[in-house]
């Protein structure tokens, strides 16, 4: 039985926990496994464009003898067509039947991005496209983002609040809206509060009122909360949010409301462009000392500005070179079998 | 003396079927050769996109413990210039005599795919492009699809047609075109043909009449397969010919009369869109069991419909995964020269 | 405290020659250390395109057991800023200040190529955003090419010049201007005579007077020149600099005065379009055995002639060849400090 990672929910929360057990052994040199990978592949699928994720799941199959292929259709390689039953006839030249199936028989694991279309969410939300990828391929599939979910960032996100703040259940983690010139997807922010559930933090989301997640996505925050005692709540004022704020989670995404039509999503968004975090609101947190996180990219004095990024409380760089560590981990987890057991 | 892999009939017969011979044994793990090409390196210069070539080159090169470096002339590395004499005051950026020759001592092999450029066949047949290139280049040069031919594809091919087979010689090889929305080239279908021949097979090559290939390939084909005790016959009337078929190959091309016309060429293709394989031909085959074959991409429910494709007759996946195989062979028979002497 | 190779000039003049004698040895198999740099990773990032450069850090990378990671900003990846300060509310999406720090993170050495953008000399003639890179980096930043500077390839330059004359103080090199359609940058010029003059040599640079480096690059090379007992002069006469040369660099590059206007550039151009290198005045070289030089890309027949890239005096291909042994020195003398001590 082939195991995919297309969700953290996938993973008990005992396997997610010794994932990241074994990331931070791994990056603090207690473990090394040098050869865990030896001679296995990775092929990466990129529909959408990628610096993090590209070059950290690189350079993690190498340092333990493996090696990435990195594919990018419609690009580098053929356009994929993603429906089924289509008659090809236009301009895309692969299906992803094919494509799934082809590269599960030449690699060990299959990581896709597959980025939303942004036509209809009510169809596009089903994330079918890697969950057909995923089912069409005889390996371990790995999402590096799709229209719902990016879990290794997940996983990163959730080893930067451990580090930073040791013990987190009951500990107060404040996803805060940010204004982008761009509506972006959702798969970020549901990954990251997840990730802080799966914590048992006290996840509060906030956002102007226009800006709710998907209610599964809600759904889901709260079971994994549930189980592992904390909670989850969503208010609109972002200021009285960051007051006793120990893990302050910048991200911006798109109005569900007008997915598909950006030009009522931009009119939705041009109100909040105060939506900016600023090293004067970080200093609001917590004793003043609430870590700053974000995925990345990250578009300077809009989303953050420069004195919060360079300042002190930034812990983003941290965050991003986690990326590397949990993916080493989960490589090993997937195709050696050598988690450790220990529970960090 | 460096040897090149332009063409199947670049190696005599018997080196043919060692290395089938040395890829099923790869395949099937009873040989593993972990370190025949450690730290060799092969350069692969893609001037047209690739999927399964790529992936299936980089596996192949690591999978032995050596490396692929894939280049891309006019997007990540510079627009390559390939007639000779010019004087290069336009948008070519290098000639092909210095990359090919540069590559060539940098790598250990250098790899090369150049589909036709579609302007004028009587010129391009020559497919001096690839073969330029070999001549330039002071390492082996291996063709990923030229004008001409796609030997590797060819290798894949014969591996499967032995593998699904077992004893080839005598028995139906259908090679039939398909209906495209754009006029393809003839190196597959040619290669495909040329593989069958080898293998001594009796090959049927339907399309219509206006779809005749380069009167060379003909005549390589009877070449080989006289000397393999196999036969070579076209055909125009695809269903009389899937009768007594044990393996159908669905390909598309392009007219050749009207090569670099392509609004021509769709009128001559217009009347042929019927030309889609389905599950309901492929049970006209010999005790309704041909092996459904296609080097992929495949435009689904245009050349070939879904329930063939997902059938139980599909080799098309094998036949894929055949490629990774092949290529492990050849690359260890240029850089090593441990290829096995044991027949098949 | 991390070393960086921005300039040839960052390495103190003796650990530049212990560089060439190391790449020296490995190139004649007098040295292999076939495990230098295993499992390092190297991140290189190409805001332009390349084919030596990253074919040869590929190669150079896994022949001591390591890897690079090739990124390239604005089409695999995210378009990168590069200006301090700026409202990233544009086309821009992710700055360098991130990606700088977190590829630091990631792999062992970042390398990074970024042309002039060709609006501002006064500003560009900075080279700030190699150094901007550098700064923002925890790892060693090498130089790929960038507005002022392309090291790697002056220590291939170098290395050309000892091989193929042996004892190179006071013999003379010539660095002489051609003609190109486009306005090219001064980089490569400026590097192979800084490379030129830390050999000591009687260095010659020959071109229309509208041509002129950047007085700043000039006092480099005289600087240089000075401590290594050569000497710099600047002549318009090109035929008669050939006379006496040993060495002739042909390298085109754009009029500084007229950087940012291409149109004005070209009018500046267009009446020395006869600047091209033939095979007839590499006749009038020193006993006619002058050796040809030439970074590669070369536009043939306009730079140079067919008869003088494929005649015996060229060395254009070693010259790209020995790109790759002195990268291979240059990263292991980075990377593990086991730079031979002998000089060469």
């Known amino acids: 039985m082939k195991r995919d990672f297309l969700d953290m929910t996938d993973f008990a929360p005992s396997e997610v926990d010794e ?3 074994l990331a931070l052994r791994l990056k603090r040199g207690e473990e090394s496994l040098p050869d865990a990978l030896h001679r296995k592949t990775l092929a990466m699928v990129f529909m959408d464009p ?3 994720t590209r070059a950290s799941f690189e350079v993690a199959m190498h340092k333990h003898g493996g090696h990435a292929v990195v594919l990018e259709p419609g690009r580098s390689s053929w356009a994929f067509e993603t429906e089924r039953g289509v008659v090809m006839d236009g301009t895309t030249v692969e299906h992803i039947a094919e494509a799934a199936r082809v590269l ?18 009510s169809k596009e939300r089903q994330d079918r496209v890697i969950r057909d990828f995923a089912s069409y391929c005889g390996r371990p599939v790995i999402n590096l983002e799709s229209t ?5 960032q997940g996983l990163a996100d959730a080893l930067t609040l ?16 940010a204004y982008h010139p761009k509506a972006l997807p959702t798969a970020v922010p549901a990954s990251a509060a997840l990730a802080a ?5 006290e996840v509060v989301i906030a956002h102007p009122p226009e800006f709710a997640l998907d ?5 889901a925050m709260t079971e994994v909360s549930a189980r592992a005692g904390g909670s989850v709540q969503v208010v609109h004022d972002r200021d009285a949010a960051l007051g006793s704020a120990e893990a302050v989670y910048v991200k911006s995404w798109g109005a569900l409301s007008c997915f598909g039509r950006p030009a009522d999503e931009a009119v939705l968004r041009a109100p909040y462009r105060s939506w900016c975090m600023t090293g004067e609101r970080l200093q609001q947190t917590q004793d003043a000392r609430a870590i700053l996180m974000h995925c990345l990219p990250v578009r300077r004095n809009v989303e953050i500005s420069d004195d919060a990024l360079d300042g002190p409380q930034s812990a983003v760089i941290d965050q991003a070179e986690n990326r590397l560590h949990v993916q ?10 050598t988690a450790g057991k220990e529970s960090l």
Chains 1, 2, 3 share one sequence.
Not at 215 to 219: C, I, K, Q, V
Request: hydrophobic share 45%; proline share 5%; charged share 25%.
């Open 19 to 21: 994932l990241l057990a």
């Open 104 to 121: 599960g028989r030449y690699a060990d694991a299959v990581a896709v991005r597959a980025f939303p279309k942004g036509n209809d969410w």
């Open 215 to 219: 209610p599964d996505d809600m759904a």
């Open 148 to 152: 719902r979910r990016h879990p290794c």
């Open 197 to 201: 559930a799966h914590l048992g933090m």
């Open 162 to 177: 451990k580090e930073k703040l040791g013990q987190t259940r009951g500990r107060r983690f404040v996803l805060t809206w």
């Open 328 to 337: 080493r981990a989960l490589m090993i987890h997937l195709l050696s079998g």
């Open 50 to 52: 990628s610096l993090r």
